[in-house]
């Protein structure tokens, strides 16, 4: 057994003198796995050559943050993130993740597809030890890449597709009010510039205020002509959501929230959110009373 193991050990190193000779099969395999190293080497250098365009704008992102300036933070953003409440979500997220005690960044897992997009996948490490696991997608606005969208790992409720992760069900229940209540602001203002300047930017593109005045027209018809349904939609804005559907993020990565109101006549909803910059955002709705 001893005088075996000897043996094995021989054979791959014999010597003579002070100097080690090295078998043929063995050279060709260590220079095989020297060129592998080599190249795995290479590979990564150029992951990180690529993808630090990204993570410049993720430290300068967080630097911003970190000493209060929400106003140049917003400007890591793509113009598809922003909206008319972004600074107010960026202000929230700020004191919500404690950034002005940022320690460090990490990222484990860096990647670009199309040429256009990017993402990382990391944790923000604060000066008390907590991390935060979250991911950040970015775009490309001419040369430069821009923040698209910010997810935080949190304890939400895995039922996607694709196994995203779904808000709390407090926080559904406060984006269908928010929904209910913009959609009845908007039914007596009249003010269709303004809603439109918060809906998600990918249904912006589709759409224009002209045509969500000229959607809702039957709505605001009801409010002009029967002053009685005045009290109506005052009372919605006051009211509590009922979840008809359990809510889900379909294959496209759109929420899905179905509900009703206990009010008569009854008021029933479906609202579609995608997610841009830090929040869900208006994509689709549907609403009958």
Do not use: C
């Amino acid at each position: 057994m001893a005088s075996h193991a000897v043996y094995l050990h021989n054979s791959h190193e014999q010597h003579v003198g002070n100097e080690m000779k090295v078998p043929p099969i063995v050279r060709k395999l260590l220079i095989g796995v020297g060129s592998f190293a080599a190249f795995m080497s290479i590979v990564v250098a150029i992951i990180f050559q690529a993808t630090s365009g990204l993570t410049k704008v993720a430290d300068s992102f967080f630097d911003a943050l970190k000493k209060g300036d929400t106003n140049q933070a917003l400007n890591y953003f793509s113009e598809q993130a922003l909206n008319q409440s972004s600074k107010e979500n960026l202000n929230d997220f700020r004191l919500d993740n404690s950034l002005a005690d940022l320690k460090n960044l990490s990222w484990s897992k860096r990647s670009i597809s199309n040429t256009d997009s990017g993402e990382l996948t990391g944790t923000v490490n604060l000066k008390n030890g907590q991390n935060i696991p979250l991911t950040i997608s970015f775009t490309k606005e001419g040369e430069d890449w821009k923040i698209y969208s910010i997810k935080k790992e949190s304890t939400g409720i895995v039922d996607g597709v694709d196994g995203e992760e779904l808000p709390s069900e407090k926080r559904l229940i406060r984006l269908s009010r928010e929904t209910t209540n913009r959609f009845m602001d908007v039914i007596k203002t009249n003010d269709f510039s303004s809603y439109y300047r918060g809906i998600s930017y990918m249904w912006s593109m589709e759409t224009s205020p002209e045509e969500l005045s000229t959607a809702f027209q039957q709505f605001r018809k009801v409010y002009e002509n029967q002053p009685a349904s005045h009290q109506y939609f005052k009372s919605l804005a006051n009211m509590e959501p009922i979840f008809t559907e359990k809510p889900s993020i379909n294959q496209n990565s759109v929420l899905v929230i179905s509900g009703k109101y206990n009010i008569k006549p009854k008021y029933t909803f479906t609202y579609k959110y995608v997610f841009e910059g830090l929040s869900w955002k208006l994509v689709g709705l549907e609403a009958n009373f």
